[in-house]
């Protein structure tokens, strides 16, 4: 009877090893931080906060809890895995001045928070023109999506409450620049709320849209060539009146409830006024149609508003609500946009669904929880976050093609960030020679290089 010797091999475990990188993938980001000057930026902005004599930069300090962020760390403490790699990420504080900056940085309040905000404003740009037909205003456009986020929180924490869910936690806005169908999305707002913050409240929208359109290229920052999209939440006189007031004149696709009113409305449509739904190849949806709405509903709403309603057969096991009619899932959204087929105009908001998947790559990239305290220490967090999601937005952007551009956090640090190198020290330069085995080696050396062969931003 042969011996078996198992499914896989028995290995012996020790350490003291040496010359091993391992986050050897991350180099990509530093690279990015770099290439784009954030880097210099932050160091900048954060300058007024380095006291006398210090060793480390703040800059370099909130960049280095932003990588680890990015790389999966989810507290301040997780800033460790890059203290590990000083070849790759250079000196990196320790875990008491990491948590001492972060409390001057809260302690000092809106100042920090709109120093950072500004430097990531000004990188934005740059990345933007570095990316040419890449960029997300390749085409004149920008597409800005507004949408809350539930984080759970498990002890009383500063302005932690009960949620509409019946959860406790904090409920922030955040706002994505949309990246389309070949990329991701990036952040350009995050606002702080309580747990018991409502959905709809028109201050709040306000208060992320100008956020956000602080983050754009000045061009973009009014007019028509800006798009503001939310689900039902913005849907409000106030903020729609905000949108379109004179010397804005934004773009707008924001859902509506359906009132009585509009479910009267929608009853009174006749079969011929219904236009079949379409999908991005332009081909028809089945079971989807939408028609616009007009007459009294419309009273009281900006000048220019066009109310588009669509019906369409729900899925399997999806159960009907009041506001649904002649077994039809009903929904509903406003725009100003002018001169364009319904159908056209349907499209584009139903692919607002994509800000889910950039809010589930918020949770998986430091807003699964708020880890801090104080509401003021987790505003800074949010910054962190934000900034962790701007690298792994941009870096795909300069860096991938193909499918790889689309790839989430989780994938990303997967295949490319989680890879092990040696590292070479030959003619007075040192190298990171990843795992020839290793099956996106050949990814991670040729986005390496794209990023190298960007301008120096000195």
Same mark, same amino acid.
């Given at each position: *009877?042969?011996?078996?010797?198992?499914?896989?091999?028995?290995?012996?475990?020790?350490?003291?090893?040496?010359?091993?990188?391992? &986050?050897?993938?991350?180099?990509?980001?530093?690279?990015?931080?770099?290439?784009?000057?954030?880097?210099?930026?932050?160091?900048?902005?954060?300058?007024?906060?380095?006291?006398?004599?210090?060793? $480390?930069?703040?800059?370099?300090?909130?960049?280095?809890?932003?990588?680890?962020?990015?790389?999966?760390?989810?507290? %301040?403490?997780?800033?460790? *895995?890059?203290?590990?790699?000083?070849?790759?990420?250079?000196?990196? +504080?320790?875990?008491?001045?990491?948590?001492?900056?972060?409390?001057?940085?809260?302690?000092?309040?809106?100042?920090?928070?709109?120093?950072?905000?500004?430097?990531?404003?000004?990188?934005?740009?740059?990345?933007?023109?570095?990316?040419?037909?890449?960029?997300?205003?390749?085409?004149?456009?920008?597409?800005?999506?507004?949408?809350?986020? %539930?984080?759970?929180? $498990?002890?009383?924490?500063? $302005? +932690?409450?009960?949620?509409?869910?019946?959860?406790?936690?904090?409920?922030?806005?955040?706002?994505?620049?949309?990246?389309?169908?070949?990329?991701?999305?990036?952040?350009?707002?995050?606002?702080?709320?309580?747990?018991?913050?409502?959905?709809?409240?028109?201050?709040?929208?306000?208060?992320?849209?100008?956020?956000?359109?602080?983050?754009?290229?000045?061009?973009?920052?009014?007019?028509?060539?800006? %798009?503001?999209?939310?689900?039902?939440?913005?849907?409000?006189?106030?903020?729609?009146?905000?949108?379109?007031?004179?010397?804005?004149?934004?773009?707008?696709?924001?859902? *509506?409830?359906?009132?009585?009113?509009?479910?009267?409305?929608?009853?009174?449509?006749?079969?011929?006024?219904?236009?079949?739904?379409?999908?991005?190849?332009?081909?028809?949806?089945?079971?989807?149609?939408?028609?616009?709405? +007009?007459?009294?509903?419309?009273?009281?709403?900006?000048?220019?508003?066009?109310?588009?309603?669509?019906?369409?057969?729900?899925?399997?096991?999806?159960?009907?609500?009041?506001?649904?009619?002649?077994?039809?899932?009903?929904?509903?959204?406003?725009?100003?946009?002018?001169?364009?087929?319904?159908?056209?105009?349907?499209?584009?908001?139903?692919?607002?669904?994509?800000?889910?998947?950039?809010?589930?790559?918020?949770?998986?990239?430091? %807003?699964?929880?708020?880890?801090?305290?104080?509401?003021?220490?987790?505003?800074?967090?949010?910054?962190?976050? &934000?900034?962790?999601?701007?690298?792994?937005?941009?870096?795909?952007?300069?860096?991938?093609?193909?499918?790889?551009?689309?790839?989430?956090?989780?994938?990303?640090?997967?295949?490319?960030?989680?890879?092990?190198?040696?590292?070479?020290?030959?003619?007075?330069?040192?190298?990171?020679?990843?795992?020839?085995?290793?099956?996106?080696?050949?990814?991670?050396?040729?986005?390496?290089?794209?990023?190298?062969?960007?301008?120096?931003?000195?």
């Amino acid at each position: *009877m042969s011996k078996r010797i198992g499914y896989y091999p028995r290995l012996r475990v020790s350490g003291g090893g040496s010359g091993v990188v391992s &986050q050897a993938g991350g180099v990509l980001l530093v690279e990015t931080a770099r290439r784009t000057g954030l880097a210099d930026a932050l160091s900048a902005a954060l300058a007024p906060w380095r006291k006398p004599r210090a060793v $480390h930069d703040p800059g370099k300090i909130l960049l280095d809890v932003a990588l680890a962020v990015a790389l999966g760390g989810d507290c %301040l403490a997780d800033v460790a *895995m890059l203290r590990a790699e000083p070849a790759v990420f250079g000196p990196v +504080a320790s875990d008491p001045t990491v948590s001492r900056l972060v409390d001057a940085l809260a302690t000092a309040g809106p100042r920090v928070l709109a120093a950072t905000r500004r430097a990531r404003a000004e990188v934005r740009e740059q990345v933007w023109r570095l990316a040419g037909n890449a960029a997300p205003d390749a085409d004149g456009e920008v597409i800005v999506d507004i949408d809350g986020v %539930l984080v759970l929180a $498990h002890s009383e924490k500063e $302005h +932690a409450a009960k949620t509409w869910k019946k959860t406790f936690g904090h409920h922030p806005l955040f706002a994505f620049v949309d990246h389309g169908r070949e990329g991701s999305g990036e952040p350009v707002a995050g606002l702080l709320r309580p747990g018991n913050a409502g959905s709809n409240t028109a201050a709040d929208h306000i208060e992320t849209a100008c956020l956000a359109l602080a983050q754009l290229p000045k061009k973009y920052r009014r007019g028509r060539r800006t %798009l503001i999209r939310t689900d039902s939440g913005g849907g409000t006189h106030r903020f729609l009146n905000w949108l379109t007031a004179r010397g804005r004149w934004l773009s707008y696709s924001v859902g *509506m409830t359906i009132t009585d009113a509009i479910h009267q409305a929608v009853l009174l449509i006749p079969a011929s006024a219904w236009t079949p739904a379409i999908e991005p190849g332009g081909e028809v949806r089945e079971g989807a149609w939408v028609a616009e709405l +007009a007459g009294d509903v419309l009273t009281g709403w900006p000048k220019g508003m066009r109310l588009i309603v669509r019906k369409e057969r729900p899925h399997p096991g999806a159960q009907l609500r009041f506001t649904d009619a002649d077994g039809m899932r009903l929904t509903c959204f406003a725009t100003n946009t002018t001169h364009v087929p319904i159908a056209q105009l349907e499209l584009p908001h139903r692919q607002r669904a994509r800000a889910e998947d950039r809010i589930r790559a918020a949770r998986d990239t430091g %807003l699964r929880n708020l880890p801090l305290h104080q509401a003021a220490q987790n505003r800074v967090w949010l910054e962190i976050v &934000q900034l962790a999601l701007d690298l792994l937005a941009w870096m795909p952007m300069l860096a991938l093609t193909g499918p790889a551009r689309r790839w989430e956090p989780k994938r990303l640090r997967l295949r490319l960030f989680s890879a092990a190198a040696q590292l070479v020290t030959t003619g007075r330069r040192r190298y990171l020679r990843l795992a020839r085995h290793w099956p996106w080696t050949d990814l991670i050396t040729s986005a390496f290089e794209r990023i190298r062969a960007l301008p120096d931003p000195g």
